[in-house]
Structure formats: structure tokens, C-alpha cells
């Protein structure tokens, strides 16, 4: 009900646009995030948006480089990622959570999807 797409092999300094389309009955409502598992490590908060798109969350090693915004009406959200890095090489996961404000931990997330690998290339 969660579906992760877009992501691809990219040279660092790139942009990649990903993309998490979900149910309308996972989507309407909840905050959507976005995490990442690389290869050995755990998994961390990416980013994350209000069901109005009006309140945002970045994680630091991201901030100023991605932005994440959803279309309701599509039931989709999507991190656009610029300037790229190697260790922003992960698989990327997009998730739901019925918190009321954006939040980077995973365990208020309800559902998740199959990931998308992301590879940045040095």
C-alpha cells in the first residue's frame, strides 16, 4: 500500500527526485516521512511532512540539500535530493504515522514500504 520509486545510480553533486505513492486510507491524514538504511547501518530519519504540507522536518545531514513535499490529491510525496553525496548511498524507505507533526522516529511510523536503492557515486 506503500510504494517507493525513483531511485537510481546518480554522481555526486546530481538530483535524484524520488517518489512514495500510497493508498488514499494511508495517505489522507498522516505525516509522511522518508528514511534511509546504507549498507551496515541502522536505519536513520531522512525527512518529513504534515498531512497539509505546511510543516516540514529534515534531518541535519540533509538540510539544504533535499525538500520534501506531497500531493494529496495524487496521495504521493516526494523528496527532491540535490547535491548529492556518496554516503548518501542508501535504501530508501518512505512511511506513514498518525502524529499530528512530523517526526523523526521510526517507531511512530505505522506502515512502510519497499525501499528504493539510491547510489551516489564519487
Known amino acids: 500500500q506503500l510504494q517507493a520509486f525513483g531511485g537510481g545510480l546518480v554522481q555526486a553533486g546530481g538530483s535524484l527526485r524520488l517518489a512514495c505513492a500510497a493508498s488514499?486510507?494511508?495517505?489522507?491524514?498522516?505525516?509522511m516521512g522518508w528514511f534511509r538504511q546504507a549498507p551496515g547501518k541502522e536505519r536513520e530519519f531522512v525527512a518529513a511532512?504534515?498531512?497539509?504540507?505546511?510543516?516540514?522536518s529534515y534531518a541535519d545531514y540533509v538540510k539544504g540539500r533535499f525538500t520534501i513535499s506531497r500531493d494529496n490529491a495524487e496521495s504521493t510525496v516526494y523528496p527532491q535530493m540535490n547535491s548529492l553525496k556518496p554516503e548518501d548511498t542508501a535504501v530508501y524507505y518512505c512511511?506513514?504515522?498518525?502524529?499530528?507533526?512530523?517526526?523523526?522516529?521510526?517507531?511512530?511510523?505505522?506502515?512502510w514500504g519497499q525501499g528504493t536503492l539510491v547510489t551516489v557515486s564519487s
Open positions: 512511511a506513514t504515522s498518525g502524529t499530528v507533526l512530523p517526526t523523526p522516529t521510526p517507531r511512530r511510523y505505522d506502515y
Open positions: 488514499s486510507r494511508r495517505f489522507a491524514g498522516n505525516v
Open positions: 511532512i504534515s498531512w497539509r504540507g505546511d510543516i516540514t
